[in-house]
């Protein structure tokens, strides 16, 4: 494991401050799951069953109100579960230990994009389809709102892309360093087996 200890400091400086920018547009992205993902669904939803009342026709008062609810909760949670995941993918970031943070990058590169935020809808339309609704969308990062889509579609995707570049770089430094330092103590041991003999 490849920790950060001997990086030249302006190489940590530059890793320091990526890590924190990476970070602050982070903490934006889960923080409008939590608070927008949730209400953008069922505003989907509620499009969806106003423009079939035949469907709606079919459920009595009491039936509407149960299914309302379940729907709310099934979003709840699904909105609740990304934002855990995303929760700890950020907190993997903070590893010190970079050789094994450079091999998941392009894993959390893949989950933080909107295609995985989209799949949010997965376990509502499967209650929708229960009722014999069809399937709800959200077609993209500006269907939660505009700062949301700027935030995703270029605020993180820039931040992530320096970061992954100086974890890169650090860690090609870190396994030079390790090399140079065995390099140098190998002679050492060379001359006291030597002397042994």
Request: glycine share 4%.
């Amino acid at each position: 494991m490849i920790k950060m200890a001997s990086l030249d400091p302006g190489l940590l400086r530059d890793l320091t401050e990526a890590k924190a920018d990476l970070a602050r547009h982070g903490i934006v992205i889960v923080r409008t799951i939590e608070t927008d993902l949730e209400p953008a669904i069922i505003a989907q939803v509620k499009n969806l069953m106003a423009s079939s009342p035949k469907r709606m026709a079919q459920m009595d008062e009491d039936e509407l109100d149960s299914f309302l609810d379940k729907l709310r909760k099934t979003t709840e949670r699904s909105a609740k579960q990304l934002k855990d995941l995303y929760i700890r993918l950020l907190s993997k970031l903070g590893t010190e230990f970079l050789g094994d943070l450079a091999k998941e990058l392009d894993g959390i590169e893949q989950l933080i994009k909107w295609e995985r935020i989209a799949k949010a809808v997965d376990p509502v339309n499967e209650k929708l389809a229960e009722k014999g609704f069809g399937p709800i969308e959200l077609l993209g990062a500006e269907s939660i709102s505009e700062s949301f889509q700027m935030e995703l579609d270029q605020k993180w995707p820039a931040s992530f892309e320096r970061f992954k570049v100086l974890v890169q770089e650090a860690v090609s430094q870190m396994e030079r360093n390790e090399r140079e330092e065995e390099e140098r103590s190998a002679p050492r041991k060379t001359k006291k087996a030597s002397k042994k003999g």
